[in-house]
């Protein structure tokens, strides 16, 4: 390790914990030496034991790699699992579960025994793999092979070879599969000519992988199809979660009950020498090192994931998922309101019915119990009248978690509680099942903006009790917070200081980073204040000043464009400065009304912390 002049270790020589356990893992198994390298396939007997290769893949398509994981082996049986979730996605579940169990066999990996039904026992035996090249024969003809290799390159992200030297190998001493497969064909569960689909099978074994091929495959398992490092939807999530089903209780052998009660991974083994294992929404590993144990498992490969597993506690059965993490922030508009501007009578109204709009920001994972937590939340206290959801750090969602906040939409609708949808885009792939059960609610609203939620909230409470929201309506600056207190006189000399400016929709008024030239009281209509990214800071009605920073601040630092059209008086900051050297005490007033209302802003900001915070 490098040390730095000060004698602690130099920053470059940083590395991820994780990937030091994956170094330390493999420092400390390199000397393993158990195990034999396979020869019933003479070509995989020249592998060189000495070979081990450690490869970690995320999720957010990141992959560790320590070792010889750029060495290249036949995938062999590793290819069972992702050709069976491919024949799943081509024919249809129903068509392979007619001719294919899903029961462990206890049997080695090769044994010529059909079920009950003369069907293989899973698919992860040579039975069922030799069953599911058949499907896909079945379905492809001559181009199955060609389908299964690219299919297996979207898995592993880029296009992988075949190792001719290892099929020919396989097909001239392939004579048990051959076996297993006429007595597939004499129950009906191949089709085809068996030659054809032995072809197929041998030629998918001795696909060339390397760790961190299988690594990123097994990620892709891992993800509910997505490959993390293409982002490409390989197979479906249905597809997905049956074939780690199966990986479960058969990827292992007869090793894959004490696989499963140790590790808890889901995983499956070549003979080639390779493992790869697949923690759903967590990682993919892929471990290459020759030799293998009785089980026909790599002996090293064995031991990495055992380590850790161990070590960070990744068994699948051993998760916990506290809902109440789902909930950031929960609170009415009386504790935190929209940022626009109100009215005297508005405020009046608000303050009255705060407990009408609830506000929820969720976060994490909405799975079915987060959902349940919410709802029970929700009821907790008096029913409002307008019930927002922001979704804004909901990272994912679940199925189950999906149809359960829908069946929370249309339970809310029996009590006339309209919901409010912000922060998710009704595109995304994770709004279609909720859109799907929820489509003919009339009480349901979307904005992107959960302050254009809240706003548009606000402003049904206004509306239904008695209040009203005049846009076009004209104030004159004595109604102006920022210049109370002045005399008739003072206001009549600033009004002769300043012009009327008439802004159209849409249009920029102050642009962020221009000098600040002038201050701004709006007439009439509405605009909106907004940083350069476009993050709303306020909506501002008539009555309201805007731009007043420049009384502190030489440049302007957010942009205020017309929402409608508005009218404003401008007041030239040159013009301002003489203004309040003839009446000092009116410039004494309304640099103390700027504190208030800084402070009132400040009041507002602090309550939002609090609220994200006391959750």
């Not at 036949?74 to 081509?90: E, G, H, N, R, W």
């Not at 490092?229 to 049956?242: G, K």
């Not at 083994?269 to 089980?295: C, M, Q």
């Not at 809902?323 to 609170?331: E, F, K, L, V």
Request: with cysteine.
């Amino acid at each position: 390790m490098k040390v730095s002049p000060t004698g602690a270790p130099a920053w470059t020589s940083s590395k991820p914990p994780l990937l030091r356990f994956l170094d330390g893992c493999h420092a400390e198994y390199l000397s393993e030496t158990s195990g034999t390298v396979a020869d019933y396939i003479p070509e995989l007997g020249k592998a060189d034991p000495a070979h081990f290769g450690i490869s970690l893949a995320t999720l957010d398509g990141h992959v560790y790699e320590v070792g010889d994981t750029q060495v290249p082996f036949t995938i062999q049986s590793m290819s069972k699992p992702f050709v069976f979730a491919l024949a799943l996605d081509t024919l249809g579940a129903a068509r392979v579960e007619s001719v294919i169990g899903v029961e462990p066999s206890g049997d080695p990996f090769n044994s010529i025994r059909l079920n009950a039904e003369n069907h293989p026992f899973n698919p992860m035996v040579n039975a069922g793999a030799i069953a599911c090249s058949g499907l896909i024969y079945e379905a492809k003809g001559d181009g199955a092979f060609e389908y299964i290799r690219q299919a297996l390159g979207r898995f592993a992200g880029r296009e992988l070879d075949v190792d001719d030297a290892v099929y020919s190998s396989e097909s001239l001493t392939g004579d048990r599969n051959r076996a297993i497969g006429y007595l597939l064909r004499t129950n009906a569960v191949i089709r085809d000519n068996v030659s054809s689909v032995l072809e197929v099978y041998f030629r998918q074994c001795a696909i060339l992988v390397n760790a961190r091929d299988i690594a990123v495959m097994a990620a892709t398992l891992a993800n509910r199809g997505i490959n993390p490092v293409t982002d490409e939807q390989v197979m479906t999530p249905y597809a997905i979660s049956r074939t780690l089903s199966v990986m479960t209780s058969s990827g292992m052998y007869d090793y894959a009950g004490e696989w499963i009660y140790r590790v808890g991974i889901p995983a499956k083994s070549g003979v080639g020498g390779g493992i790869l294992a697949a923690l759903p929404a967590r990682i993919g590993l892929g471990n290459y090192s020759p030799k293998l144990d009785k089980h026909g498992n790599s002996v090293r490969g064995i031991k990495v994931c055992e380590a850790l597993s161990a070590h960070y506690d990744l068994h699948m059965l051993n998760r916990s998922d506290n809902a109440r993490n789902a909930i950031i922030a929960d609170y009415d508009i009386g504790e935190n309101p929209s940022r626009r501007s109100r009215r005297p009578h508005e405020q009046t109204i608000l303050a009255a019915h705060y407990q009408d709009v609830r506000v929820i920001e969720l976060m994490g994972t909405l799975s079915l119990s987060n959902v349940d937590y919410i709802a029970r939340r929700l009821v907790a206290k008096p029913r409002p009248q307008f019930v927002i959801f922001d979704f804004r750090r909901v990272t994912s969602m679940t199925l189950a978690g999906a149809r359960l906040l829908a069946e929370e939409f249309r339970e809310l609708a029996a009590y006339q509680v309209t919901v409010i949808v912000s922060g998710i885009k009704r595109a995304a792939a994770e709004w279609t099942p909720i859109a799907e059960r929820t489509a003919s609610l009339p009480n349901l609203r979307y904005y992107f903006l959960l302050d254009a939620a809240i706003e548009w909230a606000e402003d049904q409470v206004v509306f239904r009790h008695g209040g009203s929201i005049d846009f076009f309506e004209t104030t004159e600056l004595s109604e102006q917070p920022l210049l109370a207190g002045l005399t008739d006189e003072e206001l009549a000399d600033l009004a002769s200081l300043g012009a009327i400016r008439t802004y159209q929709p849409g249009e920029k008024i102050i642009t962020s980073g221009d000098p600040a030239s002038s201050l701004f009281f709006l007439r009439s209509g509405v605009v909106h204040v907004t940083l350069p990214d476009g993050i709303r800071l306020a909506t501002l009605t008539a009555g309201m000043p805007f731009g007043e920073m420049a009384l502190l601040e030489p440049r302007r630092s957010a942009d205020v464009l017309a929402d409608m059209a508005a009218t404003a008086y401008e007041v030239p900051l040159r013009h301002f400065e003489r203004f309040r050297e003839q009446h000092p005490r009116a410039g004494e007033r309304i640099m103390r009304n700027l504190a208030k209302l800084l402070a009132d802003r400040l009041i507002l900001a602090n309550a939002k912390v609090n609220l994200l915070t006391s959750n």
